[in-house]
Every structure is written in structure tokens, then in C-alpha cells.
């Protein structure tokens, strides 16, 4: 079947540390993979995504690569700020299928 | 484009009470799904359609809960009777073609009393 494993929060960082939130799937076929971020009291919003091996999806300086070797699709970004604070998801779509698959969900709290 | 649409925001009901959530795709889209997010639960996957037509809702908690998608721009999940433990955020979504993820609405917050 599908899945999906996230790192275990919550993680605490301070301002401009380094992050990584780790993510390995178990997928059959060629999923396409995802990472959303949920801000508190507001809906899932995508943040990038990679649709074939070897993809990086970037934005707003977060940066995950498909790596098919490791079925991994780890969470970067070189300097948080505190406005990242919120709850980070990974998901992934297997080629054939039209709903995603999420992880449990990793708790971001960046300091002043 | 508005998004994804939700309505109410926030639901208080007693239990035993008839609940009904709404939701308004993204025009366009051609699936939506239906999710549940709980602390202890985190997103469920309750039901999901395509092109209007249910096609798993294998993960409807039970017969009490119910979801119709009249037309291409509208659907409904509704709980009949309600139960303290339906207490959640539920979450509508849509998408279009395979590859694409999902644009989710900002969610109702049920809570059951």
C-alpha cells in the first residue's frame, strides 16, 4: 500500500537556523509528492511539489528532491523566520490514483 | 479564482442534531475529497469524488455521515445524528488532473455538545 512517514515533532528552531524535516513514502508505481503547510486556524496550502525522480520543488526558500533510491522527499530551508511557524505535511499521489496521501504532520515553532 | 468555499466556518451543535457542511470546488476541478483532522487522528480521508461521482467512501466513519455532490459546483457532508466524538475540523478539497495536488478550503470547525 501507500504510506507515508514523517519526522516526529514538534521541532523548535531559532530564527535563521538551518531546517530539515525528514519524509520517506512507500508507494507503488511513480508517485507524484507534495509538502503542505498549515498555518493555525487556516487550511492545508501546497508548498511544493515533485512529480518525477530527481524533481526539486522550491518555493518561498523551502526546498525538497525526490530521491527515488531512498524514497525520500526531505523538507529544506537554509533560514527559517518566524512566520514559518506552522504544521508541515508531507503526501504523496501514486500514478494511477487521484487522492493524496499524508503524513502524520511535523509541528514547526521558530524563536525570536 | 476564490478557492475552495466552506461554509459555515464554525458549527455548534447538540448532539443528536442534523449537521450539514458545505463546499464549492474550484471551477474547473473535477475532484473534490472530503477530510477530517483531528489531534488524535490527524486527516482522514473521508470521501472523495471525481467528475461527481463518489468513488470511495470507504472512509466514512459510519452510517451517519453521509456526502452528495449534486453538480459540478457544489457538495454537502452531512452528519445525521451527531455525536460529541464528530467533533473536528472538516476539510473540503479539489484538484484537477493526476500530478496536481489538492487546493483546500479554510475548513469548518464542528464542534458537538
Known amino acids: 500500500g501507500n504510506s507515508v512517514t514523517q519526522m516526529e515533532g514538534p521541532v523548535t528552531l531559532s530564527e535563521e537556523a538551518f531546517l530539515t524535516i525528514n519524509c520517506t513514502y512507500t508507494?507503488?508505481?511513480?508517485?507524484?509528492l507534495f509538502w503542505y503547510v498549515q498555518y493555525p486556524g487556516e487550511g492545508l496550502q501546497l508548498l511544493l511539489k515533485a512529480t518525477k525522480a530527481d524533481d526539486k520543488g522550491s518555493n518561498k526558500g523551502f526546498e525538497a528532491t525526490y530521491r527515488k533510491e531512498t524514497t525520500s522527499f526531505h523538507l529544506e530551508k537554509g533560514s527559517v523566520q518566524v512566520s514559518d511557524s506552522a504544521v508541515y505535511f508531507c503526501?504523496?499521489?501514486?500514478?494511477?490514483?487521484?487522492?493524496?496521501?499524508f503524513g502524520s504532520g511535523t509541528q514547526l515553532t521558530v524563536l525570536p | 479564482d476564490a478557492g475552495v468555499i466552506q461554509s459555515p466556518r464554525h458549527e455548534v451543535t447538540e448532539m443528536g442534531q442534523e449537521v450539514t457542511l458545505r463546499c464549492k470546488p474550484i471551477?474547473?476541478?473535477?475532484?473534490l475529497f472530503w477530510y477530517r483532522q483531528t489531534m488524535m487522528r490527524g486527516l482522514e480521508l473521508l470521501i472523495y469524488f471525481n467528475n461527481n461521482v463518489p468513488i470511495d467512501d470507504s472512509g466514512m466513519p459510519e452510517d451517519r455521515f453521509s456526502a452528495k455532490m449534486p453538480n459540478a459546483s457544489f457538495s454537502t457532508l452531512k452528519i445525521q445524528p451527531s455525536e460529541p466524538r464528530d467533533s473536528a475540523v472538516y476539510f473540503c478539497?479539489?484538484?484537477?488532473?493526476?500530478?496536481?495536488?489538492?487546493?483546500f478550503g479554510s475548513g469548518t470547525r464542528l464542534t458537538v455538545v
Open positions: 471551477s474547473g476541478h473535477n475532484s
Open positions: 478539497a479539489s484538484s484537477q488532473e493526476q500530478g496536481y495536488g489538492y487546493t
Open positions: 503526501a504523496l499521489r501514486p500514478g494511477s490514483a487521484r487522492q493524496l496521501t
Open positions: 508507494a507503488t508505481g511513480y508517485p507524484s
